[in-house]
């Protein structure tokens, strides 16, 4: 990573921080529904055998929408959990039995069974901020980067980016491991990355 990049980036999560501390605490929390979403997406995520979701701190959606449509349906999910300086997966029916983690972060147990890399069908993404061509920024740790480093491209999950509308941005400064997403999602809108649409149309 230069320093001009590492520099920008980090004025971005500052300007980011410095507009959510200043935002409305009454505002609610924002959800996100599949059911706003193109057909063909929804068909994707009824369709998957395995779906790795997150639990939202800060501003970022919450998902018990989808997690009841995902459990009505039968598939199967998972969540990370940071161990040390990496981050796995592990499978979970309910997030109500979840332990405080890392960064005081809900996360399964570590007896709860680790979900194979290379069996994740789709990935939910949380981000601080997006740019349109769908690369991440996410919170300066590297988690998400490595953990999808380590996927090789014949098993790749489709990657679907969640963050709020205002975080949204036309671009920004970028390394070449950042993570670009398949798809992008806010509270109101969906995106499909246009240099990613050839791997969307994996089943």
Known sequence: MSVNIRRAKALVRHILRDRRRSASQTSGQMMLDIEKWPQKWQDKVKH????ALYMPIDEELHLELLLDKLSSLSIKVCFPRVEGDEMEFYEAETTEIFEKGSFSI??????????????????????MAYDLSGTRLGRGKGYYDRYCGRISSEKRP??????????????????????????????????????????EERS
């Not at 809900?106 to 069974?113: A, G, L, N, T, V």
């Not at 999602?185 to 499909?192: D, I, K, M, R």
């Open 48 to 51: 998957a055998r395995l779906i």
């Open 106 to 127: 809900p996360e399964p147990s570590s007896d709860s069974k680790k979900a194979d890399p290379s069996m994740i069908d789709i990935m939910f993404v949380p981000g």
């Open 158 to 199: 489709l990657f679907i980016g969640v963050t709020a509308d205002k975080n949204v941005f036309s671009a920004f400064p970028k390394d070449p491991w950042d993570l670009v997403v398949d798809a992008l999602v806010t509270e109101s809108s969906f995106l499909e990355v246009p240099e990613n649409k050839m791997k």
